[in-house]
């Protein structure tokens, strides 16, 4: 579970100004590492001049099996480079973000960071956690854990998660709720799911949290119609395949994002 702040977290701030503003976050998954490590910081920095609200910074990790090739070939890459949750957490160190990072990470690489970790990662100017494999319920002990770190624990819900744990996944998480829009693992479409719509309303009457759109966000109109819809619009697989090809053509990207969502 999430322990209750004295004060607002940064995630909160952010959330709160965009609501003051009128306005719908855009979200931003990296991985950590990729396409190289200095072009990583680069993004990191790039990102956030182009408009972006909240960055989940991800893990490189073996075995990412909720994601599509797209990530699964940047973690790869990330890998070889090698990048792991301290050299992650160095490259966030470094890009010194005014905006708040979530560390979007696997089970695994945390734990085997040990206990220290998640203080790590906090000194390291992360606000937020997402642990992708880690279930509401699965394990009390490391929930405990992750709930105690004084980071926002940022859930996962499904289309087909039913409303009652809808309520108690938002009772235990933190910062805002990351609603996957289709079944399925990480990746491009061409259209948002039909019954995206439903399932905001369904999320919205289970919890107070900001409820964030991701999983095959692409273009700038699935942006704009994902952000009419909740609080916030996560876009991964797009970003990382276009820096692929640069970091100003990932760049690109995100501004014209922002500026739909914006328009």
């Known amino acids: ?44 920095r790039g990102l956030e001049a182009a408009g972006v609200d909240i960055l989940e910074v991800g893990v490189p990790f073996s075995d990412p099996l909720a994601d599509g090739p797209v990530i699964q070939r940047s973690s790869q890459i990330a890998i070889e480079h090698g ?41 390291a100017g992360v606000s937020g956690i997402l642990v992708t494999d880690l279930p509401v319920g699965s394990d009390r002990a490391r929930e405990a854990w992750f709930g105690a770190s004084g980071l926002d624990f940022v859930r996962l819900v499904a289309p087909t998660t039913p409303t009652e744990r809808m309520a108690e996944i938002g009772r235990h998480g933190g910062g805002f709720v990351y609603l996957i829009s289709r079944l399925g693992v990480t990746g491009e479409r061409e259209a948002l799911a039909s019954d995206l719509p439903d399932s905001v309303a369904r999320l919205r009457s289970a919890t107070s949290l900001p409820i964030c759109i991701g999983f095959g966000i692409s273009t700038p109109a699935q942006a704009r119609a994902a952000a009419d819809l909740a609080d916030g619009v996560i876009v991964g697989s797009a970003l990382v395949r276009a820096a692929e090809e640069s970091v100003e053509h990932a760049l690109e990207l995100a501004r014209a994002m922002r500026a739909a969502m914006d328009a």
């Open 83 to 123: 990048v792991n949750l301290d050299r992650a957490l160095e490259l966030i160190r470094e890009a010194a973000l005014g905006i708040p990072v979530v560390l979007f990470s696997y089970l695994n690489p945390v734990m085997a960071g040990g206990e220290a970790a998640l203080r790590r990662a906090r000194d």
């Open 1 to 44: 579970m999430t322990l209750p702040n004295s004060a607002p977290s940064a995630i909160d701030a952010r959330f709160a100004v965009l609501r003051a503003e009128g306005r719908r976050a855009l979200v931003a998954y990296i991985t950590a590492g990729h396409p190289d490590p200095a072009s990583s910081v680069a993004l990191m």
